[in-house]
C-alpha cells in the first residue's frame, strides 16, 4: 500500500514535524521507508522512498549535508 508524502506527515512522530521546504512534492507516492545513518548510502536508494535519519555521521560536515539533500532530490 503506499501513501502519499502528506498523509506520511501525519503518522506518529512524523505529525509533530514541522514542513520547512518541499511541498511540491507532499503529493508524492511513498513506497519504501528507511533509515539512513551511513553517510554515503546512495546506492541503496529506491525510487518513491522516504528516508529517515538524524544525519549525525555528517553534524559537522555543511558540505555533506548539502551533497546528501542533494543526491536525495
Same mark, same amino acid.
Given at each position: *500500500?503506499? #501513501?502519499?508524502?502528506? +498523509?506520511?506527515?501525519? #503518522? @506518529? /512522530?512524523?505529525?509533530? @514535524?514541522?514542513?520547512?521546504? @518541499?511541498? /511540491? /512534492?507532499? !503529493?508524492?507516492? $511513498? %513506497?519504501?521507508? !528507511? #533509515? *539512513? &545513518?551511513?553517510? !554515503?548510502?546512495? /546506492?541503496?536508494?529506491?525510487? %518513491?522512498?522516504?528516508?529517515?535519519?538524524?544525519?549525525?555521521? #555528517?553534524? %559537522? !560536515?555543511?558540505?555533506? +549535508?548539502?551533497?546528501? $539533500? &542533494?543526491?536525495?532530490?
Amino acid at each position: *500500500m503506499a #501513501i502519499s508524502v502528506r +498523509q506520511a506527515l501525519t #503518522i @506518529g /512522530g512524523l505529525a509533530k @514535524g514541522r514542513l520547512v521546504a @518541499g511541498s /511540491g /512534492g507532499l !503529493d508524492k507516492v $511513498v %513506497n519504501w521507508v !528507511d #533509515i *539512513m &545513518e551511513v553517510p !554515503d548510502f546512495s /546506492g541503496w536508494l529506491r525510487p %518513491n522512498e522516504l528516508i529517515l535519519t538524524c544525519a549525525y555521521a #555528517i553534524r %559537522n !560536515d555543511p558540505a555533506a +549535508q548539502v551533497s546528501l $539533500v &542533494e543526491t536525495l532530490s
